[in-house]
């Protein structure tokens, strides 16, 4: 829900440091106005009071929040959804194509300048004109990028990262850089470089910067073409080696560079001047912690914070180098998750969902937020239809409570905003925000839910093993599931549904009323299926004389088939069956919902153990008993082979094969071939 206005710090808030516990993400600034993006999904305006909220849960949790102005507010989801939240009330979204896993803070952001917005996560760079939200150009490298830099007009950018997944590359800063003129389309440069530890470009004077581990060495943009990198313009030797450096990095412009470091214990600050080559170095009275973030504005503004993990404190600070004035605020205990930002001319820092802005009227020693009142808020959870709702959990950010019988329950809460949500197993979640000032009783309206219970039966009274079926109130909120059994339960508030059941080619649609929980059963024909079932060997050719049972899920047979065959069955469970001489039985159970075809792949039973081989001898002799002298030509030149067609060459052997054939024509009766026998004569000499 929007509210109206939007309210401006006062003068009192502005002289001390801010404080909220309100589970923050990330926070950004339009004029005097501050942003808070919330872990729970919602983007708020918190100045003196709420005074507008939006919810991004449709398309993800927030992640990056920053202002467009005069297009409103810039938000990027996790779930790689760009939103732009205008403060009329309407809203834009364009879905990007980068991964979701890349989009976390240190490794992912959002640039705007002049209606252009730089989308950076991971190895991921997408430009997007905020007016019309759509893309306007993209780029990608191997591993990640680490500097990023839009011109005020936003008609061109500078990207600089890891272009390889090299181990040894990564270690030198081999950075890959490309520098873009989005108007025209083309690279203004483009090349890879070692020993670099950042980038930028000083746009007003289109000069390229580059931080080396040794140098910081100033380019003509222009002239990069011709001259190359081997003709700087200046070159500034930084005072400190770049291994100590916690935490680095440019102003918008690309007019400054500053680095952090530690110095004896303490926080030391160097920053410098590229186009009139001044620079400072301020050691600042807090710990140099684990872990530093530092961001620098071009009017010598520095924010800084420094958590130090062992303590479990962090320090927000914010200097002016050119005066070396500072303003603190210690955060103790403190958690791991960090941001900061520089937000016209505050300083942010969001330490474990906590937010603390900067400036304020106290230094470093005795820093401490205000303590507000404590209010005791009574919540009354009630259904739709006015009954209590005993056991609903209901929170204000971290603090809950239970609600009793009556459906109350009393939180206790310091002055201040908050984000109620409430859940209860009978009632859809509530969420919805909360300004604390005073004690006050919250009625909370929650939707009761009711269970409908969809159920396809068919005409025998069986209920089908699988089905689709959907829910839907209107167009725009419809539910759909695949339900085993043809059962599904869906939780819904009272109201008309309308619900469409498909089974098989039918499809059944039907409208329920839900005042209670109900149940729902869908009358379904028993459509006739075909089921085809064929009997194959290991080769794929078909075994004729194979028998095929077709069996109900009862037991009942329903078809007997032979090699093959074609079976009508309502849709459900069978069991098929397989038998055929020489091959090994064969078995299987099928889900039948449309028209279905099953193949039995049989495979031939294993040879009996101690089974004698026939010698190829004893092999011509049973084919010469039991067919013609065809079949026996026919079996030596398929089955034999040319070894052995070869070996009855012999002499040896055509003599064997004489005798075997003349004992196929004694028990014959008749003669061994259809030539004339000639009698040898009569006192001739016999053989």
Same mark, same amino acid.
């Given at each position: 829900m929007w509210l109206l206005s939007i309210a401006a710090l006062s003068a009192a808030a502005l002289a001390q440091p801010l404080t909220f516990s309100l589970d923050v993400v990330d926070v950004s600034a339009l004029n005097s106005s501050l942003f808070l993006a919330l872990r729970n999904g919602t983007v708020v305006s918190l100045e003196g009071g709420l005074r507008w909220d939006f919810d991004t849960l449709h398309y993800g949790l927030p992640v990056h929040l920053e202002a467009a102005p005069p297009h409103g507010l810039l938000v990027l989801t996790d779930r790689a959804w760009l939103g732009l939240l205008a403060f009329d009330g309407r809203s834009s979204w364009l879905k990007l194509a980068l991964d979701p896993n890349s989009i976390k803070p240190g490794v992912s952001g959002v640039i705007y300048a002049s209606g252009v917005a730089l989308i950076y996560a991971g190895a991921y760079a997408v430009l997007v004109s905020v007016p019309t939200m759509h =893309?306007?150009?993209?780029?990608?490298?191997?591993?990640?990028?680490?500097?990023?830099?839009?011109?005020?007009?936003?008609? %061109? /950018?500078l990207l600089a990262g890891f272009n390889t997944l090299c181990y040894i590359c990564v270690l030198n800063d081999e950075k890959y850089i490309v520098i873009r003129d989005t108007e025209k389309g083309e690279d203004l440069f483009s090349a890879s470089i070692s020993h670099l530890k950042s980038a930028s470009v000083l746009w007003r004077n289109s000069w390229l910067v580059l931080v080396l581990w040794d140098a910081v060495k100033v380019y003509d943009l222009a002239a990069l073409a011709a001259k190359g990198l081997?003709?700087? /313009?200046?070159?500034?030797?930084p005072p400190h080696p770049h291994e100590g450096w916690l935490s680095y990095g440019f102003s918008p412009s690309g007019g400054l560079f500053h680095y952090t470091?530690?110095?004896?214990?303490?926080l030391g600050v160097y920053v410098l001047d590229i186009e009139r080559g001044l620079s400072k170095y301020i050691v600042l009275p807090i710990p140099a912690g684990r872990r530093v973030l530092s961001r620098l504005d071009d009017d010598w503004k520095l924010a800084v914070a420094s958590y130090d993990p062992v303590a479990g404190t962090a320090y927000c600070a914010l200097l002016d180098a050119l005066t070396g004035e500072l303003r603190a605020?210690?955060?103790?205990?403190?958690?791991?998750s960090l941001r900061l930002k520089l937000l016209s001319g505050r300083a942010a820092a969001?330490?474990?969902?906590?937010?603390?802005?900067?400036?304020?009227?106290?230094?470093?020693?005795?820093?401490?937020?205000?303590?507000?009142?404590?209010?005791? $808020?009574?919540?009354?959870?009630? #259904?739709?239809? !006015?009954?209590?709702?005993p056991g609903a959990l209901? @929170?204000?950010?971290?603090? @809950?409570?239970?609600?009793?019988?009556?459906?109350?329950?009393?939180?206790?809460?310091a002055q201040g905003f908050y984000v109620l949500e409430a859940s209860h197993p009978l009632a859809e979640p509530y969420r919805g925000s909360l300004l604390v000032s005073s004690n006050f009783t919250v009625p909370l309206i929650m939707t009761r839910l009711f269970t409908l219970t969809v159920k396809g039966v068919l005409e025998s009274g069986r209920q089908p093993s699988l089905c689709s079926i959907a829910l839907a109130k209107n167009l725009s909120q419809a539910q759909s599931v695949v339900a085993p059994n043809c059962t599904a339960s869906f939780r819904v508030p009272r109201g008309?549904?309308?619900?469409?059941?498909?089974? !098989?080619?039918?499809?059944?649609?039907?409208?329920?009323?839900?005042?209670?929980?109900?149940?729902?059963?869908? !009358?379904?024909?028993?459509?006739?299926?075909?089921?085809? $079932?064929?009997?194959?060997?290991?080769?794929?050719?078909? =075994?004729?004389?194979?028998?095929?049972?077709v069996l109900g899920d009862d037991g009942e047979t329903i %078809?007997? /088939?032979? #090699?093959?065959?074609?079976?009508?069955?309502?849709?459900?469970?069978?069991?098929?069956?397989?038998?055929a001489a020489g091959y090994t039985n064969w078995s299987a159970i099928a889900e039948v919902v449309g028209d279905a075809r099953l193949s039995a792949v049989l495979e031939q039973e294993p040879v009996p153990r101690g089974a004698r081989s026939l010698r190829p001898l004893e092999l011509v002799a049973i084919v010469a008993l039991s067919g013609a002298a065809g079949a026996l030509a026919g079996v030596l030149s398929a089955s034999l082979g040319r070894c052995l067609a070869a070996h009855l060459q012999k002499p040896a052997m055509l003599k064997r094969l004489r005798v075997v054939l003349d004992i196929f024509r004694l028990r014959r009766g008749g003669r061994a071939s259809s030539a004339p026998r000639v009698q040898p004569q009569r006192g001739a000499r016999q053989r």
């Amino acid at each position: 829900m929007w509210l109206l206005s939007i309210a401006a710090l006062s003068a009192a808030a502005l002289a001390q440091p801010l404080t909220f516990s309100l589970d923050v993400v990330d926070v950004s600034a339009l004029n005097s106005s501050l942003f808070l993006a919330l872990r729970n999904g919602t983007v708020v305006s918190l100045e003196g009071g709420l005074r507008w909220d939006f919810d991004t849960l449709h398309y993800g949790l927030p992640v990056h929040l920053e202002a467009a102005p005069p297009h409103g507010l810039l938000v990027l989801t996790d779930r790689a959804w760009l939103g732009l939240l205008a403060f009329d009330g309407r809203s834009s979204w364009l879905k990007l194509a980068l991964d979701p896993n890349s989009i976390k803070p240190g490794v992912s952001g959002v640039i705007y300048a002049s209606g252009v917005a730089l989308i950076y996560a991971g190895a991921y760079a997408v430009l997007v004109s905020v007016p019309t939200m759509h =893309v306007v150009w993209s780029h990608s490298v191997v591993n990640r990028f680490t500097d990023y830099s839009l011109s005020p007009s936003g008609d %061109a /950018l500078l990207l600089a990262g890891f272009n390889t997944l090299c181990y040894i590359c990564v270690l030198n800063d081999e950075k890959y850089i490309v520098i873009r003129d989005t108007e025209k389309g083309e690279d203004l440069f483009s090349a890879s470089i070692s020993h670099l530890k950042s980038a930028s470009v000083l746009w007003r004077n289109s000069w390229l910067v580059l931080v080396l581990w040794d140098a910081v060495k100033v380019y003509d943009l222009a002239a990069l073409a011709a001259k190359g990198l081997s003709s700087p /313009l200046k070159t500034f030797t930084p005072p400190h080696p770049h291994e100590g450096w916690l935490s680095y990095g440019f102003s918008p412009s690309g007019g400054l560079f500053h680095y952090t470091r530690a110095d004896e214990g303490r926080l030391g600050v160097y920053v410098l001047d590229i186009e009139r080559g001044l620079s400072k170095y301020i050691v600042l009275p807090i710990p140099a912690g684990r872990r530093v973030l530092s961001r620098l504005d071009d009017d010598w503004k520095l924010a800084v914070a420094s958590y130090d993990p062992v303590a479990g404190t962090a320090y927000c600070a914010l200097l002016d180098a050119l005066t070396g004035e500072l303003r603190a605020e210690k955060i103790s205990p403190a958690e791991p998750s960090l941001r900061l930002k520089l937000l016209s001319g505050r300083a942010a820092a969001v330490v474990g969902g906590k937010l603390v802005t900067l400036p304020g009227q106290q230094r470093v020693e005795g820093l401490g937020s205000r303590r507000a009142a404590t209010c005791f $808020v009574t919540v009354k959870a009630v #259904g739709d239809d !006015g009954t209590p709702l005993p056991g609903a959990l209901v @929170c204000a950010n971290s603090t @809950c409570a239970t609600t009793a019988l009556d459906g109350v329950a009393t939180l206790e809460l310091a002055q201040g905003f908050y984000v109620l949500e409430a859940s209860h197993p009978l009632a859809e979640p509530y969420r919805g925000s909360l300004l604390v000032s005073s004690n006050f009783t919250v009625p909370l309206i929650m939707t009761r839910l009711f269970t409908l219970t969809v159920k396809g039966v068919l005409e025998s009274g069986r209920q089908p093993s699988l089905c689709s079926i959907a829910l839907a109130k209107n167009l725009s909120q419809a539910q759909s599931v695949v339900a085993p059994n043809c059962t599904a339960s869906f939780r819904v508030p009272r109201g008309p549904y309308v619900v469409v059941l498909q089974f !098989g080619s039918q499809r059944i649609k039907q409208s329920v009323e839900v005042a209670s929980d109900t149940i729902l059963l869908v !009358g379904l024909k028993e459509d006739l299926a075909k089921l085809s $079932v064929e009997a194959i060997n290991a080769s794929g050719a078909p =075994v004729a004389n194979a028998t095929i049972v077709v069996l109900g899920d009862d037991g009942e047979t329903i %078809a007997l /088939l032979t #090699g093959k065959g074609a079976v009508a069955v309502r849709p459900g469970r069978y069991v098929i069956r397989v038998r055929a001489a020489g091959y090994t039985n064969w078995s299987a159970i099928a889900e039948v919902v449309g028209d279905a075809r099953l193949s039995a792949v049989l495979e031939q039973e294993p040879v009996p153990r101690g089974a004698r081989s026939l010698r190829p001898l004893e092999l011509v002799a049973i084919v010469a008993l039991s067919g013609a002298a065809g079949a026996l030509a026919g079996v030596l030149s398929a089955s034999l082979g040319r070894c052995l067609a070869a070996h009855l060459q012999k002499p040896a052997m055509l003599k064997r094969l004489r005798v075997v054939l003349d004992i196929f024509r004694l028990r014959r009766g008749g003669r061994a071939s259809s030539a004339p026998r000639v009698q040898p004569q009569r006192g001739a000499r016999q053989r």
